[in-house]
């Protein structure tokens, strides 16, 4: 437990960062007007008896602003990648030829925009709520001290508010991201 102000921002940034990676890893996977290789992270594949993430059997690539292409190694597996990017639930319409697979991306329709609104402000959402937890696990580590008269209340008020300031720069944080998100989204 740690037992100084610093330790325990320090633990608790350290968590919140975590939930702020998250965020952005899952925005990346969201569908704006251009191509992006982390579109595909969430693929897996059935490689080997096995299901695999689509970047430990191919390499992802973008060749021009609305086409992904996936050059898959090994050529028996074309087939199950092919069928692996079709029912990812992305929309996407792959088109094998050899070894590289093209995936070209449709016009984003107004209905797509506002489904992807909606799952950034999920994602948000779910970021905030991490945030959240993590103060409440502070909150409680410094009423612990407390109780356990390691600190007195003067400094149990003073962390109490060190640990609110870090949260709200966070959740702060999050809303920014998500307006840049939404933004980008909607962008025609």
Same mark, same amino acid.
């Given at each position: 437990?740690?037992?100084?102000?610093?330790?325990?921002?320090?633990?608790?940034? *350290?968590?919140?960062? +975590? %939930? =702020?990676?998250?965020?952005?890893?899952?925005?990346?996977?969201? *569908?704006?007007?251009?191509? @992006?290789?982390?579109?595909?992270?969430?693929?897996?594949?059935?490689?080997?008896?096995? !299901? !695999?993430?689509?970047?430990? #059997? %191919?390499?992802? %690539?973008?060749?021009?602003?609305? =086409?992904?292409?996936?050059?898959?190694?090994?050529?028996?597996? #074309? @087939?199950?990648? #092919?069928?692996?990017?079709?029912?990812?639930?992305?929309?996407?319409?792959?088109?094998?030829? +050899?070894?590289?697979?093209?995936?070209?991306?449709?016009?984003?329709?107004?209905?797509?925009?506002?489904?992807?609104?909606?799952?950034?402000?999920?994602?948000?959402?779910? %970021?905030?709520?991490?945030?959240?937890?993590? *103060? *409440?696990?502070? !909150?409680?580590?410094?009423?612990?001290?407390?109780?356990?008269?390691?600190?007195?209340?003067?400094?149990?008020?003073?962390?109490?508010?060190? #640990?609110?300031?870090?949260?709200?720069?966070?959740?702060?944080?999050?809303?920014?991201?998500?307006?840049?998100?939404?933004?980008?989204?909607?962008?025609?």
């Amino acid at each position: 437990m740690p037992t100084d102000l610093e330790s325990l921002s320090a633990d608790l940034s *350290r968590r919140m960062d +975590g %939930a =702020m990676d998250t965020l952005k890893r899952e925005f990346s996977g969201l *569908r704006t007007g251009r191509a @992006n290789p982390a579109l595909l992270e969430p693929v897996k594949v059935e490689a080997y008896g096995t !299901m !695999m993430p689509l970047n430990q #059997v %191919a390499t992802i %690539a973008v060749p021009e602003s609305r =086409m992904l292409t996936v050059q898959v190694w090994d050529r028996s597996m #074309v @087939n199950a990648t #092919v069928t692996a990017i079709r029912d990812c639930g992305l929309g996407l319409n792959p088109q094998p030829d +050899g070894q590289m697979i093209r995936v070209p991306l449709p016009i984003l329709t107004e209905e797509r925009r506002s489904e992807l609104a909606k799952a950034a402000g999920k994602y948000a959402e779910g %970021a905030r709520i991490a945030v959240r937890g993590v *103060r *409440r696990d502070g !909150m409680e580590t410094i009423k612990a001290l407390e109780k356990k008269h390691e600190i007195g209340e003067d400094q149990m008020r003073d962390w109490s508010d060190a #640990v609110q300031k870090l949260t709200d720069a966070m959740i702060r944080k999050i809303d920014e991201l998500l307006v840049e998100k939404d933004k980008d989204i909607r962008q025609v």
